[in-house]
């Protein structure tokens, strides 16, 4: 009967460390939000100085697994991984979007009539002050530019070998869309109501 409980015992502690090593592959936050603050700013153009993007909740604490994890492996050991924005494909959305920010959105933007969104997007926040006119070409420039959003996100994701981490790449893109923002732009905050740079 001892052997069996011993037994039990160590096949039990080889599962849970089988287990936490598969959490190892984790989503590399600190290289997403660095790629993406390359992305937006060649996109946009940097702002005028450095602005940390608004304070968001603290990520949620380590796993039971992952403290084990660490416990077991040191963290020099543990996997790094890049983001990488390199691709034709990435490369192609990046500039299209460079282009109309360039043509159309920029001028909507420093009027207020357009703003970040807090899930990575971009929207029409006051039509009204935006002539007739020209609604139209906002209203395709802003559907052109989410599109291009969502299919950069994916195409990350992708091109990173990790398509269960677009999520977290649209989320760290909103932090840097919202963070690098010119002065006197539109933002949602994370209860979605608008601010003003």
């Known amino acids: 009967m001892r052997k069996f409980v011993v037994w ?9 460390l ?20 390359q992305f937006v700013d060649k996109v946009i153009g940097a702002p005028a100085k450095d602005t940390p993007p608004p304070a968001t909740e603290p990520p949620p604490g380590k796993s039971p697994g992952a403290v084990l994890l660490d ?17 034709p494909q990435i490369q192609a959305i990046q500039a299209r979007m460079q282009q109309r920010f360039a043509s159309v959105l ?31 070409t906002l209203n395709a420039a802003v ?4 599109r291009d959003r969502q299919a950069a996100y994916h195409e990350i994701a992708l091109a990173n070998g990790h398509a269960e981490w677009e999520t977290q790449i649209r989320a760290a893109f909103a932090k840097q869309w919202i963070g690098r923002a010119h002065a006197g732009w539109y933002y949602q905050d994370a ?6 740079k």
């Open 143 to 146: 559907a052109d530019e989410n």
């Open 106 to 136: 920029t001028k909507y933007c420093a009027s207020g009539a357009v703003g970040f969104s807090k899930d990575g997007l971009v929207a029409v926040r006051d039509a009204a002050s935006v002539p007739l006119s020209e609604r139209a």
């Open 191 to 196: 209860s979605g109501a608008w601010k003003q």
């Open 8 to 16: 039990t015992a160590l096949t039990a502690a080889f599962a849970v």
């Open 71 to 87: 416990l077991l492996i040191p963290s020099a050991y543990a996997q790094q991984v890049d983001i990488t924005i390199q691709t």
């Open 18 to 37: 089988a287990a936490c090593v598969t959490i190892n592959v984790y989503f590399p936050e600190a290289a997403a939000a660095k790629a993406a603050q």
